[in-house]
């Protein structure tokens, strides 16, 4: 995998947990008062147990700890196991995408 030259999972686990950032919906309003329950909601769960914030590798589909992993340069998170088997600074993956529906 070849790392991403600016986002790490790092910075999202931080902005996750910032009290200024808060969910929005992709494609549609979010009401302020959902916003913020639902960013009440992600800081609990975060609190209780950081590793129940998972991704889906890029590369194998499996699920593994956000703080586990790592993000590629196409966009994509790649799994502990998978960064230890993929060649270094090489992104062979499909770039993901968002279903907008």
Same mark, same amino acid.
């Given at each position: 995998?070849?790392?991403?030259?600016?986002?790490?999972? +790092?910075? !999202?686990?931080?902005?996750?947990? &910032?009290?200024?950032?808060?969910?929005? *919906?992709?494609?549609?309003?979010? =009401?302020?008062?959902?916003?913020?329950?639902?960013?009440?909601?992600?800081? +609990?769960? !975060?609190?209780?147990?950081?590793? &129940?914030?998972?991704?889906?590798?890029? *590369?194998?589909?499996?699920?593994? =700890?956000?703080?586990?992993?790592?993000?590629?340069?196409?966009?994509?998170?790649?799994?502990?196991?998978?960064?230890?088997?993929?060649?270094?600074?090489?992104?062979?993956?499909?770039?993901?995408?968002?279903?907008?529906?």
């Amino acid at each position: 995998m070849k790392r991403h030259p600016h986002m790490t999972v +790092e910075e !999202i686990f931080r902005e996750m947990t &910032n009290p200024e950032q808060r969910p929005q *919906a992709i494609g549609r309003y979010t =009401p302020e008062e959902e916003s913020i329950e639902t960013q009440l909601k992600v800081r +609990e769960m !975060i609190e209780k147990d950081p590793d &129940n914030i998972r991704i889906i590798c890029i *590369a194998c589909e499996g699920s593994a =700890p956000l703080l586990a992993s790592a993000c590629c340069e196409c966009g994509g998170f790649v799994c502990p196991e998978c960064i230890r088997l993929e060649e270094d600074g090489v992104c062979d993956h499909t770039a993901p995408t968002l279903d907008e529906e």
